[in-house]
């Protein structure tokens, strides 16, 4: 199943996303976000391919909100998620950080997940117990055992609180911060080694159930601002504390849960 859903998505990509880069326009939908047609025709034709791997229920970041609801209860013994493009603001800028996410869910939990940047043939996928892997290469590439002031963190400052926000921007506990603007491949970077830490406000079942998949079999450690089971909160609006060393992680999910017990004291 895992070779042919990686076939799938590098066929997809190859013939109906890197064929209109540069080539479309943007399309805003009634709550200001937009999509182009790059975005509609990939998910059109990866529900088909994924449908004839598994013919189970499936949700796609492009499908009106009630359908998504609704795939999703329906999903529970077996669900596809599907980002067609995941970075469209990159696409449509001509930056390379942009990919194809799709994962495999049962009972509400990845089961296989593949991520693929096509501007750089970087193909991420794994399956529960079999590993994690970047172009047939095992993950990580790097694990640091590092103090906590010398991580390289991805943060994504645009979902978190404000007052959150403003403490990590004055106060940094890590030494360097980074953001690319496509969330499946912020995941796949930190279980590759590329980043030590990670975190981002809020996500969508297409945002994280490949990558959070691909962390874990990296021997990641993820969990949400609230839980550290990260499978038990909202589905549909998911926090991310994450990294890869274990130490290192503890440190950064005590840091900023330390944060988030300041700003709720003020609220």
Request: proline residues 4%; contains cysteine; hydrophobic residues 40%.
């Amino acid at each position: 199943m895992l070779d042919r859903v990686i076939t799938a998505v590098r066929e997809v990509a190859r013939d109906e996303i890197m064929s209109r880069y540069l080539q479309v326009e943007r399309i805003y939908k009634a709550d200001g976000s937009f999509y182009t047609e790059a975005d509609l025709i990939a998910q059109e034709k990866l529900l088909e391919r994924l449908q004839d791997i598994a013919p189970v229920a499936i949700i796609g970041e492009e499908m009106p909100e009630a359908e998504q609801q609704a795939q999703w209860a329906a999903g529970q013994d077996g669900l596809w998620s599907v980002d067609p493009i995941d970075g469209t603001s990159n696409f449509l800028n001509g930056l390379p950080y942009f990919a194809v996410s799709v994962a495999l869910m049962r009972g509400g939990r990845s089961v296989l997940g593949v991520v693929y940047n096509p501007a750089t043939d970087e193909m991420f996928y794994a399956e529960q117990g079999k590993g994690a892997f970047l172009n047939g290469k095992p993950l990580p590439f790097s694990r640091r055992k590092i103090p906590l002031n010398k991580a390289i963190a991805n943060v994504d400052f645009k979902r978190l609180d404000r007052r959150l926000a403003v403490d990590i921007v004055a106060k940094p506990p890590y030494s360097s911060q980074r953001n690319y603007g496509t969330c499946t491949l912020e995941w796949c970077y930190t279980a590759a080694g590329y980043f030590d830490l990670y975190l981002h406000g809020g996500q969508k079942p297409w945002d994280y159930a490949a990558g959070c998949l691909i962390l874990e079999e990296a021997g990641g450690h993820r969990c949400t601002f609230e839980e550290d089971d990260y499978w038990s909160t909202n589905p549909w609006r998911r926090s991310v504390i994450g990294g890869l060393d274990a130490d290192l992680f503890a440190m950064w999910r005590d840091w900023i849960r330390s944060r988030m017990e300041n700003v709720d004291s003020l609220r």
